[in-house]
């Protein structure tokens, strides 16, 4: 009972290092993100292959996810997620960088014996955590108590930002003359970020997960394993609901279910008449419950028979379907952040 993803391993991980290469040509030092569910690959994994690019720095969600980095990369961890003071226990190793978010915070560690390494995370139009441009003056005061390791800026993935990002760069290091001229940035290109540390003469530190993990999903290959498949005639039941058939088909059970993310997705942004459309007619659908499966079968995707379970799902197959053996492979269409698969197969 497998969920799948093959991964073509030469491919995958010379465009992995390529990306990581042509950056440090463009003067950008690349900063691989790993966290929830490790891009459908497990966070130890990504570890691992970071180690294998030969990083100084990996960056995680969480401090929870931590462990998992360290286990299998030897540098440095930047932890994205802010230092609050309930996590007063995490400043005992010396190999993470905590990201501060809060004035208030950072007078807390600057006041404490432990001088722990930190970047300050400023503000940007995003609006999630930082502290404001307004505040700079009084964070240069407390960062001679720090192990100061530069500014963060968590940047919109909507539109380009480079001008903000540069706009704010500037001036952080003009109200910290004295303080590190290194900037950690997110969702900008490695020519974006470049532009950045050329115009502010700043060490440009790219965090980047999906472009460099997922940036060319052509050589990622998720399948399903088929576990059972039943002939259903017109008017039978099957399923947990017991549905009635509208008519002759198969119903197909496939390795794969809601334990493993299958069908789970979040709220669409519906930012175009487009996208509003179809979340509109995919609602319709699913009112009168129908919702098509991830799943493809002789080249096309199949709808669900009904919600799938835990960690298997049922298909359906109209009659002039020829349906696949017990033990055979399928396709399935996965969000890759939002899967976990049973097995990698690096091939």
């Known amino acids: 009972m497998s969920l799948t993803l093959r991964i073509a391993a030469g491919q995958w991980r010379g465009r992995v290092r390529h990306y990581v290469q042509d950056a440090s040509d463009a003067g950008v030092t690349v900063v691989p993100v ?31 996810e931590v462990s998992a980095a360290t286990g299998a990369f030897g540098g440095d961890t930047l932890v994205l997620s802010p230092w609050r003071p309930w996590l007063a226990g995490a400043l005992g190793d010396d190999r993470v960088v905590h990201t501060v978010s809060r004035l208030e915070d950072l007078r807390q560690l600057a006041a404490g ?46 539109g380009d930002h480079t001008a903000e990002a540069t706009t704010l760069a500037r001036q952080a290091f003009e109200a910290m003359p004295a303080a590190a001229r290194t900037v950690w940035v997110s969702h900008l290109t490695a020519a974006q970020a470049a532009t950045v540390g050329g115009a502010t003469s700043a060490d440009v530190r790219l965090r980047v997960a999906t472009a460099l993990w997922l940036g060319d999903r052509s050589g990622l290959t998720p399948k399903t394993t088929v576990l059972d498949v039943h002939r259903v005639r017109r008017g039978e039941r099957y399923g947990y609901r017991q549905r009635r058939a509208r008519r002759d088909g ?98």
């Open 113 to 158: 014996a432990a001088r722990p390494r930190v970047v300050v995370e400023i503000l940007t139009s995003m609006r999630r955590h930082g502290i404001a441009p307004g505040e700079l003056a009084e964070t240069a005061k407390l960062l001679d108590d720090v192990r100061f390791e530069g500014f963060a800026l968590h940047l919109p993935l909507a």
């Open 250 to 347: 198969t119903v197909v059970v496939v390795a794969g279910g809601t334990a493993h993310g299958i069908a789970l997705q979040a709220p669409t942004a519906a930012s175009t008449l487009r996208q509003r459309a179809t979340a509109l007619a995919r609602g319709g659908l699913e009112a009168g419950g129908r919702a098509l499966s991830p799943f493809r079968v002789a080249g096309k995707q199949r709808w669900f028979a009904e919600p799938p379970h835990m960690q298997c799902s049922m298909i359906w197959l109209p009659d002039d379907v020829t349906p696949p053996a017990v033990g055979d492979q399928a396709d399935v269409e996965v969000r890759f952040t939002t899967t976990t698969f049973d097995e990698l197969v690096w091939d």
């Open 34 to 64: 790993t966290k929830g569910n490790g891009y459908g690959f497990g966070n130890a994994v990504l570890a691992a292959e970071a180690a294998r690019l030969g990083v100084a720095t990996l960056a995680v969600g969480t401090y929870e």
